[in-house]
């Protein structure tokens, strides 16, 4: 199949024909074009027929107008290029019959407009070149027509350039001037009608921004209920776990209270309860025990048996116990909100006031120990290193410290 156009090798525009890509060539240097069997577009829209060559075209004519609705015309205009189309011109184009130059065959000059509604145009304050492509390209129909033209094109690259066209095309009939009073009523329509299209489109955008606010707003609010329910969820463990350790400080109290009953009797000379009322429940306790699988205590049982042998061997001093418990939470909360700071993870044993408080108590170094704390410098210091902490011990240490210090019932026994 014959070329149909010309395409830049550059830049993949194509072309019509020769002038096109001379035209082309002087505006962006490109230099490097072939024939192509591609067809350029014609897309002309029902609405207002205007003629757009490609896709990206049309494209840009829908979002400026909202015109949707094209008709391809491409078969019924196309037809094979000729390169020699400029020297055919020339020639034809001489009014002596004899060959000339070309310059002169094809001299671009400004095209004939309107110059009453060129003069109203300027008045308006649009730039002679604006107004002058807009008059041409709307064909001088009319002030309403021209400012359209422009209020469409006047994102194009060239809406400030003065159009050329070819001498012998020249043509553009006079049309009927408006008065001053029309013109002043006119502008007035158009900058009515410009003020509105300026506010409509800033509702849109604020429309828009109000979806975007309500979007980010759900995402939120979403967000907060995870977190609030996870919260929740972590506040009703504790408190299971806590009415646990209170049943099992309850049971080892009746325990010892049946203890110090039979005790007592024994001491008195009176006969010991019947021991079958009381034998059911303990043969049952340890069938159970007995038929639970043996596995190791976690570190958080670990720390609880640590914590309740603290306030075992101190149980005399319940103050002191307390301020254990306080101090060790107040060094787990210092690592928990600032580990990166040495001077909250390094304790020197021989410190009087930390052995006051933890170091002389039993249990006291090494519940720092199960959180992750290591002897160092021959045992003078209590260290955590940085890449040890472990923010789950931590926090699972400061759960069982509160636990301690709130908890009536705990390590009573």
Known sequence: MAGVSLKCGDCGALLKSVEEAQEHAEITSHSNFAESTEAVLNLVCTTCSKPCR?????DLHTKRTGHTEFVDKTMETVKPISLEAPKAAMEIDNPDGSSGSGDASEEMVVPDVDKNILEELEAMGFPKARATRALHYS?????????????????????????????????????????????KIKAQELRERARKKKEEEEKRMEREREKERIRIGKELLEAKRIEEDN???????????????????????????????????????????????????????????????????????????????????????????????????????????NPDEEKFR????????????????????????LC????????????????????????SAGTELNSAINNPFFGVL
């Open 54 to 58: 490609s896709k990206t075209e049309s």
């Open 139 to 183: 064909g001088n129909a009319s002030l309403e027509a021209a400012v359209n033209w422009v209020v469409e094109h006047e994102n194009d690259p060239d809406v400030d350039e003065m159009p050329k066209v070819p001498a012998n095309s020249n043509v553009g009939p006079p049309k009927p001037a408006l008065t001053p009073e029309e013109v």
């Open 231 to 337: 919260e929740r969820k972590r506040i009703i463990l504790l408190r299971k776990a806590e009415k646990e350790e209170e049943r099992r400080a309850r049971e080892k109290i009746r325990q010892k209270v049946e203890e110090d009953k039979a005790e007592r009797r024994r001491k008195l000379g009176l006969p010991a309860e019947d021991p079958a009322a009381a034998k059911p429940s303990v043969p049952v306790v340890e069938e159970k025990k007995s038929s639970l699988p043996i596995r190791p205590a976690t570190k958080t049982e670990q720390m609880r048996e640590c914590l309740r042998s603290l306030k075992q061997a101190h149980k005399e001093d319940d103050a002191k116990v307390k301020r254990a418990f306080q101090t060790l939470l107040t060094y787990m909360g210092n690592v928990a909100k």
């Open 346 to 369: 390094k304790i020197r044993l021989t410190n009087q006031t930390f052995q006051d408080r933890v170091g002389s108590l039993r249990g006291g170094i090494e519940f720092m120990e």
């Open 372 to 395: 992750g704390f290591e002897k160092m410098e021959g045992g003078e210091f209590l260290f955590l290193p940085r890449d040890k902490i472990n923010p789950a011990v931590i926090n």
